[in-house]
């Protein structure tokens, strides 16, 4: 795991940014597997920049989420299939029959999630995963003590992440769902890179157990540990309760050939 400390989030959106614009210059039809949040906005108003300045182009590419609320209506405007067709495919400018996600209206939710296991697999996998991390250490929508050999499949939100998420609903935790789909954690390392964005004093305990906790499923985000090419970037404050934070910085900073992360 490469853990790479910025000073604030625009640093890390442009970092992160970079990482995919360079996978599309190699693989022009790579699949990125997105997340929603605040957190990542700054990654895709980089990348967006990039795109209108002509530094990589985005014809081919291909989108991928992550999770989904089970119940709400697609055209929702906090359906996640909305939230990103607005904050990424129309910036961007990659039409919606290049973007894949699991169906949270179906009627067999179970099914609807097994088919998106395999759509994902027949689209040749996810390239690049980029995720958030939630207060409590959550992947996607893997809640604490999901099964970190977990598929895509339907799941029930905590009660700190419906109030979490009540920002989006009014404020009105009623109105947030309780089911969710995620792909599982099983699912989300098959990705060939994962890179965990987090950024704000609130999220410093999670990065901490995380990266310098044990692997366990009480901290979904810590299976990161067993993925060969992992990236963890977080601001200053969200490093704050590294105990490691100095080497992280050292090893970043000496990096003997600049590769990208
Ligand atoms: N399902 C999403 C996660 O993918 C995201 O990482 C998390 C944190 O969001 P934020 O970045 O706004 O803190 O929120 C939700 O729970």
Known sequence: MEVVIVPDAKAG???IAEAMAQLLRRKPGALLGVATGSTPLP????L??????GAVDVARARIAQLDEYVGLPADHPESYRSVLRREVLEPLGIAMDQFMGPD????DVQGACEAYDKALADAGGVDLQLLGIGTDGHI?????CSSLASRTRIK?????????????FDGEIDQVPHHVITQGIGTILE??????????????DAVAATVEGPVAAVCPASALQLHPHATVVVDDAAASKLKLADYFRHTYANKPEWQGI
Do not use: C, M, W
Not at 140 to 144: D, T
């Open 13 to 15: 959106g442009e970092l």
């Open 48 to 53: 967006a920049a990039k795109v209108r300045s």
């Open 140 to 144: 996607g929508f893997n809640e604490p």
């Open 43 to 46: 990654v895709y108003e980089a």
């Open 104 to 107: 949270g209206t179906a009627a």
């Open 156 to 168: 029930t939100l905590t009660e700190q992440t419906r109030i979490d998420n009540a920002r989006f």
């Open 191 to 204: 990705a060939r890179h994962l890179v965990l964005l987090a950024t704000g004093e609130g999220k410093a």
